[in-house]
């Protein structure tokens, strides 16, 4: 048994079979032939190495032409890897006698070579694996040609394994077969996470490099909870797990009573919950679990999942959706949070070193006004349909939120010529999301009608953190003082005004932080649909003269590891049974 730490970004526990994906999208499976098939699945092995060494051969003769036999050699070494006559023996007898297919007999055979490599104490010796890797893919390559099976057309449950998911990966997991995934690299509050969080399934990043170390088809544990991933677990822990799977059902029933509960405390102060979506079918989520509206719709899958921007007929039918579902109920659609980088078809940015930094959100908006009246059209088109607000991420200058004002008034106007009705009085509201935003908030609240904080963003920019870098993800911190100013302070200038303010992001559905943001006078929160009964229960469960009493304590304290250990402690005492899954 093995178990790793990665950084849980999805709760809940899956266990399951691996598929493991490699950087070309190969799914490896554990498959078995049947016993008149055997020597045809032999037969196919025979195929591989041999065409494989062709390819090999063909590219070790075209690098001795171009550069010399010096760099040539490195094919040389593969090719008497790949002919050699124990590693075709091991291979064979997998497929005669154990009946495995050669996909996996491959895999599961030079993966195990690659980690004696790597054990080994000689760096030369350990370089060695990066060899047996190439050998793998290459053999795989020609094994499984059109038969490759991606993720996109899974017809049994597994949890993936990969070095990496992008988001569109990510939106595109089938969740009926997908039971949860992990990747090797990544942060707790990429698009990535977001995702999983949206698809509610257990999820884990950054566990750095493990691939090498499990073949597919093994049997897999993901702790979305705690961030573990148990590779070959032993009897007793997957008893545990399995006991936890079944408290955590039992758990889930209790909360699914609060859902047409109001979220008020335990002193009578009302709180209002609302759901944050990715997709519209999430809306349903939302609706089931008692959701107040929709506190934060991301539109940016409506681009990320196309290679062609999407038209105004899209936007249009998405933003429906959504509104009919809710009824009367708000719905806050956030205008694309995009980097240019991330955009198909827009051109590739020269000079992005540094995406976080660089042409995203409101300023890719600003920058590419056709994309962005696109939307706008869409979303006032929409707006007659229900009570639709619309907001505008990433705000950092005044003069940022008077263009993006602006662009939405000509449109209007547009509209307006043309005969097309929409709501001319659609409440208009910004993220609050940088450090300079929360400096100058006493100037936004005069601007809008509305405020929501977008704390992924925040805790990024004000402790120069790059939230998606594994090397420094261990300083990203909610709990930090700064961070906690900075949010005190935004809530303190909206209630001055007053404008309504809430909270979209991750932070406000942990339910450690929930008592503290309480306490420091947030009244709106909005969250991952499955984190909506959890949230809703602690509300009902505490005080708010509890609250303030946490938020005096942890404003004497000078660093986030006290504070998320005291607001830890502190919630499962004042609400008994929370963490004893």
């Known amino acids: 048994m093995q178990k790793l730490q990665g950084i849980p970004v999805s709760p809940g526990i899956a266990i399951g079979e691996a598929m493991v994906m490699d950087n070309e999208g190969f799914r490896i499976p554990r498959r078995f032939v049947a016993r008149d098939a055997v020597d045809e699945e032999l037969d196919r092995l025979a195929k591989a190495i041999a065409a494989a060494s062709a390819e090999i051969a063909s590219h070790r003769d075209a690098i001795a032409q171009e550069l010399g036999e010096k760099y040539a050699a490195i094919f040389d070494a593969h090719l008497q890897m790949l002919q050699d006559a124990r590693l075709r023996s091991e291979l064979e007898e ?25 054990r080994l104490d000689s760096a030369h010796l350990a370089e060695r694996a990066a060899d047996i890797f190439d050998i793998e893919k290459r053999l795989l390559r020609h094994l499984l040609g059109h038969r490759r099976e991606g993720i996109a057309h899974l017809t049994s449950p597994v949890l993936v394994l990969a070095h990496n998911l992008t988001p569109s990966e990510t939106a595109n997991l089938d969740r009926h077969f997908v039971l949860g995934f992990v990747t090797e690299i990544g942060g707790p509050s990429s698009h990535t996470a977001i995702v999983a969080e949206a698809l509610e399934i257990p999820a884990i990043v950054g566990t ?37 799977v079944e408290a955590n059902l039992s758990a889930a029933v209790l909360l699914e009573a609060l859902r047409d509960l109001p979220a008020t405390t335990a002193d009578g102060v009302q709180i209002s919950l609302y759901g944050n979506i990715e997709f519209p079918y999430e809306v349903t989520h939302c609706v089931n679990r008692g959701a107040e509206g929709i506190g934060l719709y991301r539109t940016e899958f409506l681009y ?12 249009y039918q998405a933003y429906s959706q959504v509104l009919q579902a809710m009824g009367d109920k708000p719905v806050i659609i956030r205008t694309f949070d995009l980097g240019a980088d991330k955009v198909p078809h827009l051109p590739q940015p020269e ?29 006032l088109r929409a707006s007659v349909l229900g009570n639709l607000q619309i907001m505008f991420p990433l705000i950092t200058t005044l003069l940022e939120l008077r263009q993006a004002k602006m662009v939405l008034a000509d449109v209007m106007e547009d509209l307006d010529e043309h005969g097309i009705d929409f709501n001319r009085d659609l409440p208009i509201g ?11 908030i006493d100037r936004f609240v005069e601007e809008v009608d509305f405020l929501s904080i ?16 594994k090397d420094v993800v261990g300083l990203y911190n909610p709990a930090d003082p700064a961070v ?32 503290l943001l309480l306490g420091l006078g947030l009244r709106q929160f909005s969250v991952a649909p499955a984190a909506l009964p959890e949230i809703k229960n602690i509300c009902r469960r505490v005080t708010l003269a509890d609250c303030k009493e946490v938020t ?9 590891r006290d504070i998320t250990n005291y607001l830890r402690e502190e919630l499962k005492r004042r609400v008994p049974g929370f963490g004893n899954a």
Not at 304 to 315: A, D, F, N, R, W
Request: charged share 20%; proline share 6%.
């Open 430 to 440: 910004m993220m609050v999301e940088v450090p300079a935003a929360v400096i100058m």
């Open 454 to 469: 977008g704390t992924n963003d925040l805790i990024q920019y004000t402790l120069a953190v790059d939230r998606s870098n």
């Open 208 to 244: 750095g490099p493990f691939l090498a170390d499990v073949s597919g088809g093994e049997l897999v544990i993901i702790d979305g909870d705690k961030g573990f991933v148990i590779l070959q677990p032993d009897e007793e822990t997957l008893a545990h797990y399995r006991h936890k």
């Open 94 to 118: 997998m497929i005669r006698h154990r009946h495995y297919s050669p996909e996996y007999a491959v895999s599961r055979t030079l993966r195990h070579y690659s980690q004696v490599f790597q």
């Open 304 to 315: 990320l999942g196309s290679e062609i921007e999407p038209t105004e007929e899209v936007h």
């Open 552 to 560: 005096n304590r942890v404003a004497t304290m000078e660093n986030a």
């Open 351 to 379: 000079d992005e070193r540094n995406p976080c930094l660089g042409l995203r959100s409101i300023r890719l908006a600003l920058r590419h006004l056709p994309m962005f009246r696109t939307q706008l059209r869409a979303i």
């Open 484 to 515: 906690l100013r900075l949010i005190a302070m935004a809530i303190d200038a909206a209630k001055k005004k007053p404008v309504p303010i809430t909270m979209c992001g991750q932070m406000s559905g942990n339910p450690n932080y929930t008592m």
